[in-house]
C-alpha cells in the first residue's frame, strides 16, 4: 500500500488562506520547525524503502487511544472499530492476550460536530471527556499538566543569514520564539481535547549548537542538553531539530519533534518516540527520484527548461547535497535509484559552513559547467543556492533546476534571493499550497486568539509542528503515554491542508505525504510579500510517490 493521494481518495482540500480560526472553537507547541526548516538539509536516500500507509486503522473507525474499554492485540490493525480498535499499544497498561483493559474516563465523538476545531483542516474529531485521567500515565505527565521542553540555542548563524539577505521580517529571535510558542501554548490548551491537562512549557538554554549538531558534530553537548530536559521532567521535546538531539532525547525516553528530514528507518528505529513537520527523507528522495523519472527521464532528452547554450542539448544529470555522512549515504542510494530507471546521476557535495560557501559555489559551478550538466538537483540548504545562482549567472551558465519542496526552497520569499536568470529555469515539487501573507495564514490567527502584538514570522510553522503534538495527544486519549500517543496518531483520519496531506502509520511518522508540480516565475508577483517572483502551479492535481503521471513537466518553457 502507497501513501494516500487527496484528490483521488476524496479528502477535501479547502483553497489556500481559506483556514480561518472562529469563535466556534471548541473548547503544544515546536520551535523545532522554524530552524530545522531554515537550517535543515535534504536527505537523498532511501535505505530499504517501505511502503506507506497514511492511517494505518483506517478500516477501523476513527478511535482514540484512551477509550474506555479495549481488547489486546486490535490496535492499528484495521481488525477492531471506533475507539476500542485504539486504546491498547505498545507500552500501555494490558492484560494478558484477549482480556478487557479499564482505562480511567470516558470518551466519546461530539454530537453534531464532527471536528474539535471548525475551521482547521487539520482538526481531529471532535471528543468529549468525563471521569477521572487516570493522573499520572507517563514521565512527565500528570493530572494537570503535560511538561513539553524546548531547548534555545545562541548560534542561529543560518537564520541570521537568511534575515540579511531577505530582510528583517524574517528575523525571529528566541525572545519572539518564546513568546510565539506561549501564546500558541494556551490556544492549544483552551481548543483541543486534553482530557484535563494542559502543556505545561519549559524554556531551557542548551550547551549544545545547532550548527554543529546538523554537520554532525556536538553529540556530548546533545547528551548534556538532553539530560537537562530529562531533569525538568519533560515529556516531551519540541526543539529535536538535530539527529544528535533527537537522538538524546530519545535514549532519555523523551518524545522529540523536528528532526530533520530523518530516513524512514530511522524513524522506525526511534518509535514512539520522534516526529516532524520535515517529511522523512526516504520519502522525499523517492518523491523527487520518481518526479524526475517520469518527467526528465531517460537521460539524453532534451533539456528544454535549461538557457543559453545548454537549452535543447542532451540531460545530463548532476545531484548536490552536504558533505554530512548520513547525507551522502543517502545520496548514493539516490543515485542507484536514478541510474536504474536509465537517469544517470553525478553526485557532487559541499559543507554547511556559511564562511566558505560562497567560494564553493563558485568552485561547485565551475565543475558543473565543465562537465555540461544539464540538470541540477539541490538537496541544499535555503542559503546555498543564493551563491550557486549567483556565481551561475556570473559563469553564464544556465541549467535546468529541480527544486525539491523541502528546507524554505518552495517558499516565495526564498526563492526571490536567488539569481533570477539563473532561477528562471526553475521547477519541480512542493507539498505546500501556495504562500500567503504570513498574518493570513491559520497559525497567526490562532496567536492572535491568545494575544494581539507581533507574532515570530514562522508562526505558522511554529504552529503546524505545534499542532501534530497536540493531535496526538487527543487522538492518544487520557492514559497518554508515548505508546498510546504513536496508537493515536496511526487513527488520526488523513487530512489535506495548507502543508499537503497529512496521515500517519507504523512507516509514516511525518508530514506532509503528497506534493503538487510549481514552476518559478520571477515577473508574478506573490500574494506572501506583493513582490516579484513566485512559485505557479501547473494544476490542482497533487501527486504521491507512486502515481506521478508520465510526460514533461507543465512549466512554461523560458524564453532564455
Not at 227 to 247: H, I, M, N, R, V
Not at 336 to 358: K, R, W
Not at 486 to 498: A, D, K, L, S
Not at 524 to 542: E, F, I, L
Amino acid at each position: 500500500m502507497t501513501k494516500l493521494n487527496g484528490a483521488a481518495h476524496g479528502l477535501d482540500r479547502p483553497p489556500a488562506g481559506a483556514f480561518p480560526v472562529t469563535s466556534r472553537l471548541l473548547r503544544g507547541y515546536a520551535p523545532a520547525a522554524v530552524l530545522v526548516l531554515v537550517v535543515s538539509l535534504v536527505a537523498l536516500l532511501v535505505p530499504s524503502k517501505v511502503n506507506k500507509v497514511a492511517n494505518a486503522a483506517a478500516g477501523a473507525g476513527v478511535g482514540v487511544g484512551g477509550a474506555q474499554t479495549a481488547t489486546t492485540g486490535t490496535a492499528g490493525s484495521g481488525a477492531g472499530t471506533g475507539a476500542g480498535a485504539a486504546a491498547v499499544g505498545r507500552g500501555a497498561t494490558a492484560g494478558s492476550g484477549g482480556s478487557a483493559v479499564t482505562i480511567p474516563g470516558r470518551t466519546q465523538p461530539c454530537s453534531g460536530q464532527p471536528l474539535q476545531v471548525p475551521g482547521d483542516p487539520y482538526s481531529p474529531p471532535c471528543i468529549t471527556f468525563s471521569g477521572s485521567n487516570g493522573g499520572a500515565t507517563s514521565t512527565g505527565v500528570s493530572g494537570t499538566d503535560i511538561t513539553v521542553a524546548v531547548r534555545l540555542t545562541n548560534d542561529q548563524s543560518f537564520q541570521q543569514t537568511l534575515a540579511t539577505l531577505a530582510g528583517a521580517q524574517l528575523r525571529d529571535t528566541n525572545a519572539d520564539n518564546q513568546r510565539t510558542i506561549e501564546a500558541l501554548a494556551q490556544y492549544f490548551n483552551t481548543h483541543y481535547q486534553f482530557y484535563g491537562r494542559k502543556l505545561n512549557v519549559k524554556f531551557f538554554t542548551g550547551q549544545g549548537s545547532l550548527g554543529n549538531e546538523l554537520q554532525g558534530y556536538g553529540q556530548a553537548d546533545a547528551v548534556v542538553d538532553a539530560k537537562t530536559a530529562q531533569s525538568l521532567g519533560a515529556f516531551a521535546d519540541l526543539s529535536a531539530e538535530s539527529e544528535p538531539y533527537a537522538t538524546a532525547l530519545f535514549n532519555n525516553g523523551i518524545m522529540g519533534f523536528g528532526d530533520p528530514y530523518m530516513p524512514n528507518y530511522w524513524h522506525q528505529q526511534h518509535a514512539p518516540y520522534d516526529w516532524s513537520l520535515a517529511t522523512d527523507g526516504t520519502d522525499l528522495a523517492t518523491d523527487v527520484a520518481n518526479y524526475t523519472v517520469q518527467k526528465l527521464c531517460p537521460q539524453g532528452t532534451p533539456a528544454t527548461y535549461a538557457g543559453g547554450s545548454l537549452k535543447g542539448t542532451p540531460r545530463k544529470f548532476a545531484g548536490i547535497a552536504p558533505q554530512n555522512e548520513l547525507y551522502q549515504v543517502s545520496a548514493q542510494v539516490f543515485k542507484q535509484i536514478m541510474n536504474a530507471h536509465g537517469c544517470s546521476v553525478d553526485n557532487f557535495q559541499y559543507a554547511l559552513d556559511l564562511g566558505t560557501e560562497s567560494q564553493q559555489a563558485a568552485n561547485l559551478v565551475a565543475q558543473l559547467k565543465a562537465g555540461g550538466y544539464t540538470t541540477v538537483l539541490c538537496g541544499c540548504d535555503p542559503i546555498f543556492p543564493v551563491y550557486l545562482s549567483g556565481q551561475a549567472a556570473q559563469q553564464g551558465y544556465f541549467p535546468e533546476f529541480v527544486e525539491i519542496g523541502a528546507a524554505l526552497v518552495d517558499q516565495d520569499y526564498v526563492g526571490q534571493l536567488y539569481n533570477q536568470q539563473f532561477y528562471a529555469h526553475a521547477f519541480g515539487i512542493s507539498p505546500n499550497l501556495a504562500t500567503v501573507p504570513y498574518t493570513q495564514t491559520i497559525g497567526y490567527a490562532a496567536y492572535k486568539t491568545v494575544r494581539q502584538d507581533e507574532p515570530a514570522f514562522f508562526v505558522d510553522i511554529i504552529f503546524l509542528q505545534m499542532e501534530m503534538l497536540a493531535i496526538g495527544i487527543q487522538m492518544a486519549g487520557p492514559n497518554l503515554t508515548p505508546a498510546t500517543f504513536q496508537t493515536g496518531m496511526y487513527n488520526y483520519p488523513p487530512r489535506v491542508g495548507p502543508a499537503g496531506l497529512w496521515g500517519f502509520g507504523p512507516n509514516q511518522h511525518t508530514v506532509p505525504n503528497d506534493f503538487r508540480e510549481v514552476c518559478w516565475s520571477p515577473s508574478t508577483v506573490s500574494r506572501n510579500n506583493n513582490k516579484p517572483g513566485a512559485y505557479t502551479q501547473t494544476s490542482d492535481q497533487r501527486w504521491t510517490e507512486s502515481n506521478v503521471p508520465s510526460g514533461p513537466p507543465g512549466c512554461p518553457v523560458p524564453t532564455s
